[in-house]
């Protein structure tokens, strides 16, 4: 019981870590493909808004699908090391991002089709990731139970 608690533990902050590593990643491109100005607070809230309202289409468009695949990356690490490879431990890390991104979205003004766009991309990323996870042998042993 404790071995399979901590595996289920282990396997959610592998997931949330992968999807850190994807999240600079994402972070780290647009800074490189739409720096700050020069002279920019990163710490001033309002010219960070501004700034991101200024984004080219194409930035934020390769920010969803970054976001989109480090959804679904980290779900299926998630389930795949979780006990028993079931689903729940990628779709605990799929609500767990979506919810920081609808933070995320919330506080920069984001344009609709970007919202719509995320909406769609994380919980497909992490179904599929979730569902992918747990392999053809266990997928086929729970259709069995």
Same mark, same amino acid.
């Given at each position: 019981?404790? !071995?399979? =608690?901590?595996?289920?533990?282990? !396997?959610?902050?592998?997931? *949330? =870590? /992968?999807?850190?590593?994807?999240? *600079? ?15 920019? %607070? #990163?710490? %001033? ?5 501004? &700034?991101?309202?200024?984004? #080219? ?6 920010? /969803?699908?970054? +976001? ?14 979780? @006990?028993?490879? &079931?689903?729940? @431990?990628?779709?605990?890390?799929? /609500? ?14 984001? #344009?609709? +089709?970007? +919202?719509?766009?995320?909406? =769609? ?12 996870? $747990?392999? $053809? ?7 069995? /139970?």
């Amino acid at each position: 019981m404790i !071995a399979s =608690v901590l595996r289920s533990a282990g !396997a959610c902050f592998a997931g *949330l =870590v /992968a999807a850190f590593v994807f999240v *600079l990643g994402v972070e780290g491109m647009s800074s490189v493909l739409y720096p700050l100005p020069f002279g920019v %607070d #990163p710490s %001033d809230l309002e010219a960070i808004k501004a &700034h991101v309202a200024r984004y #080219p289409a194409g930035v934020l468009l390769l920010a /969803a699908i970054g +976001w989109g695949l480090g959804t679904f990356v980290s779900s299926w690490l998630a389930t795949r090391m979780g @006990h028993k490879r &079931h689903p729940v @431990h990628g779709l605990a890390i799929g /609500a767990i991002l979506l919810a920081l991104a609808v933070v995320n979205m919330l506080m920069l003004p984001y #344009p609709i +089709w970007f +919202w719509v766009l995320n909406l =769609v991309l994380f919980p497909t990323g992490c179904y599929a990731g979730a569902r992918l996870g $747990r392999g $053809r042998k266990a997928a086929e042993h729970g259709a069995e /139970a």
